[in-house]
C-alpha cells in the first residue's frame, strides 16, 4: 500500500507540474529567456577536491533565481535573476567524494578515502582522476552505487523543487565527462525534458559518444526525451568535430544520422574559452583572436585547432553531407559558465579567475590571490597548494538564449531541440536573424514584422525551403538590442561558411554599424568604433555605439549550386575584461601580456542552405 500511494502520490504531482505549464501564458511570437546550461556543485569530484564548494544543487538555483544563499561565512546574491539554470555534476562517482565529510562513512575508510584523508587541492585532485576520467576504473574496494543513485535523486529534487512555471525554468541534467587518453575533452551535458530521469550514463561506462547516443536513444524509445550538448570544443584535440568516429573509422550515414539527431547544439563559448574561431583558421577575421584557450584541459600540451572549432566544423559538415547526404555537424550554439563554485555568474566584474562565480560586493580576493590569478600558470602547473588552476586564460561565464514561447521546461527544452538559441559572452544581448526568398524591403518597418517574418522565413536554427525559381539570393532579416546593464552595440556581422569546388571556405560580412559608419571602398574594412575605456579606473562610458541595429541583408555573393552556412555575430564596443577590473580594484599592475579590453559578443545559430539535389 505504502509503494502506491507513494507511486500515486508521484502522479499527481507531475500532474500539478503540467497544469502549472499549461497555466502560463504563451507568447506565439516567442521572447528571449536568459541562462545557464553548465554548472556544477559539491556533488562534482572536481569542485569537491579542488574547490572544496559546499553549495549544493538547490543553492545553486536559489542564487540563480536571485535568492540570497550561504557562502563561506557569509550571504552572496547575483546581480539579477538567471530564467533558466541546469546543474550538470559530472556523472561519474557523483556525490560519491563528500562522503569524506564524514569520517565514520564507508568511503572515508576505503582504500581511496584514506589515500585522500583530509588532503585537497591539485595534488589529490591529480591522483584522484584516473578514477573519473580517462582510464575509466572503477573506485577498488567500494560499492559507489548506492551514494550515486542516492545523489542523483537529490539532483532530480532540487530541480524539480526550484522549477517555478513562468518564473524560473530548471532542466534535469549532468556531464559526461568522456577523455580519452585522459587528454581529450569529448566531454557533453545530456538534458532531460521532463520532471523525471533514469540513472546517469557515464564515462566509466564507456568514453565513446556512439554509446552514450544509444543510451540517449533507447531512453527516447521508452518516454524519456533528452539530448547531449558537447562543449569545450577547443580543447578536444581536434576529435570533437573530426572527420572519423570514435573508432578511427570515416563517418558514415548512421553515424551522421546518430549525431545530428541526439546532438543538436554545441557550446560555442564558456569559461575555458570560446570554441567559435581561431586566428590560424580565420586570418581575415579582425575579431577571431577572442578569448583562445588552444590547449588541453590538462598541462601545456597545445590542442589542435582542426576539428576544435564552431566555424571549421560547420564547414566539415557541408563536405560531409555532400558525401554522405546527412550533415552530422548541423547544430546550433550556446554559452555557459561551467563553474564549480554553485555559483552561475556572468559579468566580467563576477569573475575573478579560476573555475568559479563570484558576489562582486563581497567576494573579491585580496592582492595576493589577485596577483597570482593575474599570471598565467596553466592547469597541471600548480600556482599555490589549493587549486593549481589560476589561470588569466580563463574568462567570465557565457549565457544561452532561447527563443521560446514561455518560461517553461517544455518551451525552453524544445526551443534547444529545434536550434533556436543564441549564445552571449556574458550580457544579455538580444537579437532576431531571419531567412526567406521572399522578404519584402520594407519588413522591418512594419509593426508585426516578426509575425511575418515567421510566416515567411525561418528563425535562426532553421533550414532555408526550397529556391523559388524566381529568388536570386536569401534575405535575412537581424535585428539586434544592447543589453540595458551592458555596452552599447559596435556592430552586427554575418558569418558565411560555403561549399565551393568540394572545399568550404568563409567570409565575415559586416552588415549593420553604429554611428553611420562605411566600409572602406577600397579595402572593404570599417573603421572601429573606438574606444572609451579609462584603464585607469577599469570603467567606460556608452558615449559610442548604438542601443539597436537593425537591417534586411542579402547575400551579394550568393551561388545556388553552394551549400552555405549563414550565422550572426554581434559586437559591443570595447569595455574592461574581468582581469583588468581586478588589477585595478587590487592596486596592482595590468597584465601585460593579456588584453585590457574586450568586445563582448554573442553568436546565433545558423540558417542553412541546401542547393537541390541534381
Known sequence: MKKSSFLAGAALALSGVAQADAAVPVNPLREAYYGDLHLHTT???????????????????????????????????????????????????????????????????????????????????????????????????????????????????????????????????????????????????????????????????????????????????????????????????????????????????????????????????????????????????????????????????????????????????????????????????????????????????????????IDPTKDYPNAEAAAKALVRHPLGQPADDKTGIETIDFGSGNLTGAWAESNTRPAIYDALRRKETFATSGPKLKFRFFGSWDYAGDLLNGADWIKTAYAKGVPMGGDLPARPATAKAPRFAIWAVKDANSANLDRVQVVKVWLAGGQYQEKVFDVALSGGRKPDHKTGKVPAVGNTVDLKTATYTNTIGATELRTLWHDPEFDPAQPAVYYLRVLEIPTPRWSTILAVRSGLPLPADTPATIQERGWSSPIWYTPPKS
Do not use: C
Open 43 to 357: 556533488y562534482s569530484f572536481d569542485a569537491y577536491l579542488l574547490l572544496g564548494t559546499r553549495i549544493t544543487p538547490d543553492q545553486a538555483y536559489k542564487f540563480a533565481r536571485g535568492e540570497p544563499v550561504p557562502f563561506l561565512d557569509h550571504q552572496v546574491q547575483r546581480k539579477e535573476p538567471l530564467d533558466f539554470l541546469a546543474v550538470t555534476d559530472h556523472s561519474e562517482n557523483i556525490g560519491v567524494f563528500n562522503e569524506l565529510d564524514n569520517p565514520d562513512s564507508a568511503f572515508s575508510k576505503s582504500e581511496v578515502g584514506q589515500k585522500i584523508g583530509k588532503t585537497r587541492g591539485f595534488a589529490v585532485f591529480k591522483d584522484i582522476a584516473a578514477y573519473i576520467v580517462g582510464d575509466h576504473k572503477q573506485l577498488p574496494g567500494f560499492d559507489a552505487k548506492p551514494i550515486t543513485a542516492s545523489t542523483w535523486q537529490k539532483e532530480i529534487d532540487a530541480a524539480n523543487g526550484n522549477y517555478v512555471p513562468g518564473k524560473f525554468t530548471t532542466l534535469i541534467a549532468y556531464e559526461w565527462t568522456s577523455m580519452p587518453q585522459g587528454l581529450y575533452n569529448l566531454h557533453r551535458n545530456v538534458f532531460f525534458r521532463g520532471d523525471t530521469a533514469p540513472a546517469p550514463y557515464t564515462s566509466l561506462d564507456s568514453n565513446k559518444p556512439e554509446d552514450l547516443w544509444t543510451y540517449l536513444e533507447s531512453n527516447r524509445k521508452n518516454g524519456s526525451e533528452a539530448l547531449a550538448i558537447p562543449h569545450n570544443a577547443n580543447a578536444s584535440g581536434g576529435l570533437m568535430y573530426d572527420w572519423k568516429d570514435s573508432y578511427g573509422k570515416p563517418i558514415d550515414q548512421v553515424y551522421a544520422e546518430r549525431r545530428a539527431l541526439n546532438e543538436p547544439l554545441s557550446e560555442i563559448g564558456q569559461n575555458k574559452g570560446v570554441s567559435e574561431t581561431h586566428p590560424a583558421l580565420s586570418p581575415n577575421d579582425e575579431f577571431a583572436n577572442f578569448e583562445i584557450f588552444d590547449r588541453l584541459l590538462l598541462g601545456t600540451q597545445k590542442s589542435s585547432i582542426y576539428g576544435s572549432y564552431v566555424r571549421d566544423a560547420y564547414g566539415r559538415g557541408l563536405v560531409l553531407q555532400r558525401t554522405l547526404g546527412v550533415n552530422p555537424y548541423k547544430f546550433g550554439v550556446v554559452g555557459a559558465s561551467d563553474f564549480h563554485s554553485g555559483l552561475s555568474t556572468s559579468t566580467e566584474d563576477a569573475y575573478a579567475g579560476g573555475i568559479g562565480g
